[in-house]
Protein backbone atom coordinates (compact mmCIF):
# COMPACT_ATOMS: atom_id res chain seq x y z
CA UNK A 1 0.00 0.00 0.00
CA UNK A 2 1.26 3.52 -1.09
CA UNK A 3 1.54 5.98 1.66
CA UNK A 4 1.13 8.67 -0.80
CA UNK A 5 -1.45 7.68 -3.57
CA UNK A 6 -1.57 9.77 -6.73
CA UNK A 7 -4.22 10.31 -9.26
CA UNK A 8 -4.86 10.19 -11.71
CA UNK A 9 -1.99 7.41 -12.86
CA UNK A 10 -2.68 8.41 -16.58
CA UNK A 11 -3.98 11.54 -17.94
CA UNK A 12 -3.82 12.55 -21.64
CA UNK A 13 -4.94 15.79 -22.72
CA UNK A 14 -5.21 18.80 -25.91
CA UNK A 15 -3.25 22.01 -25.52
CA UNK A 16 -4.95 24.77 -23.60
CA UNK A 17 -6.76 22.40 -21.47
CA UNK A 18 -6.88 22.78 -17.57
CA UNK A 19 -6.39 19.98 -15.49
CA UNK A 20 -5.63 18.86 -11.41
CA UNK A 21 -3.78 16.03 -10.05
CA UNK A 22 -4.02 14.56 -6.65
CA UNK A 23 -1.69 13.70 -4.17
CA UNK A 24 -3.60 11.81 -0.78
CA UNK A 25 -2.66 10.43 2.21
CA UNK A 26 -3.92 9.08 5.47
CA UNK A 27 -1.28 10.91 6.91
CA UNK A 28 0.10 13.70 8.22
CA UNK A 29 3.28 15.23 6.67
CA UNK A 30 4.97 18.42 7.70
CA UNK A 31 5.64 19.24 4.34
CA UNK A 32 5.22 17.91 0.58
CA UNK A 33 6.88 18.00 -2.68
CA UNK A 34 6.14 18.40 -6.23
CA UNK A 35 8.49 16.49 -9.00
CA UNK A 36 8.53 16.34 -12.51
CA UNK A 37 10.59 13.72 -14.09
CA UNK A 38 11.10 14.06 -18.67
CA UNK A 39 11.90 10.56 -19.87
CA UNK A 40 15.66 8.88 -19.38
CA UNK A 41 16.36 11.81 -16.56
CA UNK A 42 15.51 11.80 -12.67
CA UNK A 43 13.23 13.43 -10.87
CA UNK A 44 13.57 17.68 -10.32
CA UNK A 45 11.83 19.34 -7.85
CA UNK A 46 9.03 22.17 -8.78
CA UNK A 47 7.96 22.94 -5.26
CA UNK A 48 7.35 22.41 -1.37
CA UNK A 49 4.04 23.35 0.01
CA UNK A 50 5.04 23.52 4.17
CA UNK A 51 2.05 25.17 5.57
CA UNK A 52 -1.56 23.83 5.55
CA UNK A 53 -3.88 25.18 3.12
CA UNK A 54 -0.75 27.38 1.79
CA UNK A 55 -0.89 27.82 -2.36
CA UNK A 56 2.14 28.20 -4.32
CA UNK A 57 1.97 29.47 -8.04
CA UNK A 58 5.26 28.60 -10.15
CA UNK A 59 3.93 30.48 -13.75
CA UNK A 60 0.99 27.92 -15.02
CA UNK A 61 1.01 25.76 -12.10
CA UNK A 62 -0.41 26.18 -8.86
CA UNK A 63 0.06 23.93 -5.75
CA UNK A 64 -1.90 23.50 -2.72
CA UNK A 65 -1.25 21.84 0.87
CA UNK A 66 -4.59 20.99 2.31
CA UNK A 67 -5.37 22.24 5.39
CA UNK A 68 -4.77 19.01 7.54
CA UNK A 69 -1.48 18.54 5.59
CA UNK A 70 -2.72 14.95 3.77
CA UNK A 71 -3.05 16.28 0.65
CA UNK A 72 -1.63 18.47 -2.20
CA UNK A 73 -2.93 19.13 -5.54
CA UNK A 74 -1.29 19.99 -8.58
CA UNK A 75 -3.68 22.61 -11.25
CA UNK A 76 -2.00 23.42 -14.60
CA UNK A 77 -3.54 25.96 -16.63
CA UNK A 78 -3.96 26.17 -20.80
CA UNK A 79 -1.40 23.06 -20.56
CA UNK A 80 1.24 23.38 -23.24
CA UNK A 81 3.59 20.06 -24.35
CA UNK A 82 6.21 20.77 -22.98
CA UNK A 83 3.78 19.78 -19.50
CA UNK A 84 4.28 16.46 -20.69
CA UNK A 85 6.28 14.56 -17.91
CA UNK A 86 5.71 12.36 -14.80
CA UNK A 87 4.48 14.34 -11.86
CA UNK A 88 5.42 13.20 -8.58
CA UNK A 89 4.81 14.16 -4.98
CA UNK A 90 7.02 12.80 -1.90
CA UNK A 91 6.94 13.64 1.43
CA UNK A 92 9.27 13.10 4.53
CA UNK A 93 8.93 10.21 6.71
CA UNK A 94 11.01 9.53 10.00
CA UNK A 95 11.88 12.67 11.04
CA UNK A 96 12.81 13.51 7.70
CA UNK A 97 15.48 11.08 7.30
CA UNK A 98 13.12 9.19 4.20
CA UNK A 99 11.79 10.87 1.82
CA UNK A 100 8.79 8.60 0.16
CA UNK A 101 7.31 8.84 -3.39
CA UNK A 102 3.49 8.40 -4.59
CA UNK A 103 3.34 6.45 -8.10
CA UNK A 104 2.92 9.50 -10.00
CA UNK A 105 0.73 11.03 -12.71
CA UNK A 106 2.31 10.45 -16.18
CA UNK A 107 0.93 13.37 -18.19
CA UNK A 108 1.01 13.95 -21.70
CA UNK A 109 -0.66 17.22 -23.56
CA UNK A 110 -0.69 16.64 -27.36
CA UNK A 111 -0.42 19.43 -29.66
CA UNK B 1 23.92 20.21 -11.62
CA UNK B 2 23.77 19.17 -8.38
CA UNK B 3 27.43 16.81 -8.35
CA UNK B 4 25.67 13.47 -8.22
CA UNK B 5 26.14 10.63 -10.72
CA UNK B 6 25.75 7.28 -11.11
CA UNK B 7 27.76 4.39 -12.77
CA UNK B 8 27.13 2.38 -14.60
CA UNK B 9 24.01 3.86 -16.68
CA UNK B 10 23.32 0.98 -18.61
CA UNK B 11 24.32 -2.98 -17.58
CA UNK B 12 23.02 -6.13 -18.87
CA UNK B 13 23.84 -9.44 -16.53
CA UNK B 14 22.76 -12.74 -15.65
CA UNK B 15 20.55 -13.95 -13.74
CA UNK B 16 23.13 -14.91 -10.04
CA UNK B 17 25.58 -12.57 -10.87
CA UNK B 18 26.21 -10.18 -8.36
CA UNK B 19 25.86 -6.79 -9.72
CA UNK B 20 27.24 -3.28 -7.80
CA UNK B 21 26.08 0.41 -8.75
CA UNK B 22 27.73 3.40 -7.60
CA UNK B 23 26.51 6.11 -6.77
CA UNK B 24 28.93 9.22 -6.17
CA UNK B 25 28.74 13.18 -4.66
CA UNK B 26 30.75 16.26 -4.81
CA UNK B 27 27.88 18.13 -2.40
CA UNK B 28 28.81 16.65 0.63
CA UNK B 29 24.93 16.29 1.50
CA UNK B 30 24.58 13.93 4.45
CA UNK B 31 21.61 11.70 2.93
CA UNK B 32 21.87 9.60 0.40
CA UNK B 33 19.03 7.38 -1.24
CA UNK B 34 18.41 4.27 -3.26
CA UNK B 35 15.14 4.25 -5.51
CA UNK B 36 14.20 1.75 -7.99
CA UNK B 37 11.42 2.68 -10.91
CA UNK B 38 9.17 0.36 -12.39
CA UNK B 39 6.25 1.11 -14.14
CA UNK B 40 3.06 1.56 -11.87
CA UNK B 41 5.12 2.18 -8.44
CA UNK B 42 6.45 5.24 -8.79
CA UNK B 43 10.25 5.72 -6.76
CA UNK B 44 10.41 3.09 -3.83
CA UNK B 45 13.11 3.25 -1.32
CA UNK B 46 15.80 0.38 -1.54
CA UNK B 47 18.30 1.52 1.29
CA UNK B 48 19.34 5.09 2.25
CA UNK B 49 22.68 6.46 4.54
CA UNK B 50 22.73 9.32 6.80
CA UNK B 51 26.35 8.98 7.02
CA UNK B 52 29.34 7.18 6.67
CA UNK B 53 28.69 3.53 7.84
CA UNK B 54 25.19 4.18 8.94
CA UNK B 55 22.53 2.79 7.07
CA UNK B 56 18.61 1.87 6.38
CA UNK B 57 16.26 -0.44 5.04
CA UNK B 58 13.79 1.35 2.61
CA UNK B 59 10.68 -0.41 1.42
CA UNK B 60 11.92 -3.14 -0.64
CA UNK B 61 15.37 -4.23 0.36
CA UNK B 62 14.93 -7.35 0.51
CA UNK B 63 17.78 -8.78 -2.13
CA UNK B 64 19.74 -5.81 -1.78
CA UNK B 65 22.66 -4.85 0.54
CA UNK B 66 24.53 -0.93 0.96
CA UNK B 67 27.56 0.69 1.65
CA UNK B 68 28.61 3.86 2.45
CA UNK B 69 32.51 3.96 3.45
CA UNK B 70 33.13 7.68 2.57
CA UNK B 71 30.22 10.20 2.34
CA UNK B 72 30.51 10.87 -1.36
CA UNK B 73 30.06 7.17 -2.20
CA UNK B 74 27.11 5.01 -1.72
CA UNK B 75 27.42 1.58 -3.01
CA UNK B 76 24.29 -0.53 -4.12
CA UNK B 77 25.04 -4.69 -4.25
CA UNK B 78 22.63 -7.01 -5.67
CA UNK B 79 24.24 -10.29 -4.36
CA UNK B 80 22.89 -12.59 -6.63
CA UNK B 81 20.76 -11.00 -9.53
CA UNK B 82 17.13 -12.14 -10.25
CA UNK B 83 14.98 -11.24 -13.44
CA UNK B 84 12.81 -9.34 -10.20
CA UNK B 85 15.66 -6.84 -9.89
CA UNK B 86 15.13 -5.43 -13.55
CA UNK B 87 14.85 -1.99 -12.92
CA UNK B 88 15.89 1.74 -13.49
CA UNK B 89 17.60 2.73 -10.34
CA UNK B 90 18.20 5.80 -9.15
CA UNK B 91 20.52 7.48 -6.58
CA UNK B 92 19.41 10.65 -4.44
CA UNK B 93 21.42 13.10 -2.50
CA UNK B 94 19.69 15.34 0.32
CA UNK B 95 20.17 17.35 3.73
CA UNK B 96 17.39 17.47 5.81
CA UNK B 97 14.24 19.04 5.00
CA UNK B 98 15.51 20.08 1.34
CA UNK B 99 14.83 18.88 -1.86
CA UNK B 100 16.26 15.64 -3.34
CA UNK B 101 18.86 15.78 -6.26
CA UNK B 102 18.86 12.75 -8.09
CA UNK B 103 21.52 11.06 -10.58
CA UNK B 104 20.45 10.34 -14.13
CA UNK B 105 19.94 6.44 -13.61
CA UNK B 106 20.92 3.30 -14.02
CA UNK B 107 19.14 0.70 -16.45
CA UNK B 108 19.41 -2.93 -15.24
CA UNK B 109 18.82 -5.47 -17.31
CA UNK B 110 18.83 -9.39 -15.58
CA UNK B 111 18.66 -12.02 -18.17
Known amino acids: TQLLEQSPQFLSIQEGENLTVYCNSS?????LQWYRQEPGEGPVLLVT?????EVKKLKRLTFQFGDARKDSSLHITAAQPGDTGLYLC???????????FGEGTQLTVNP | DAGITQSPRHKVTETGTPVTLRCHQT?????MYWYRQDPGHGLRLIHY???????DKGEVSDGYSVSRSKTEDFLLTLESATSSQTSVYFC??????????FGQGTRLTVV
Open chain 1, 27 to 31: SVFSS
Open chain 1, 49 to 53: VVTGG
Open chain 2, 49 to 55: SYGVKDT
Open chain 1, 90 to 100: AGPRDSGSRLT
Open chain 2, 27 to 31: ENHRY
Open chain 2, 92 to 101: AIRSMNTEAF
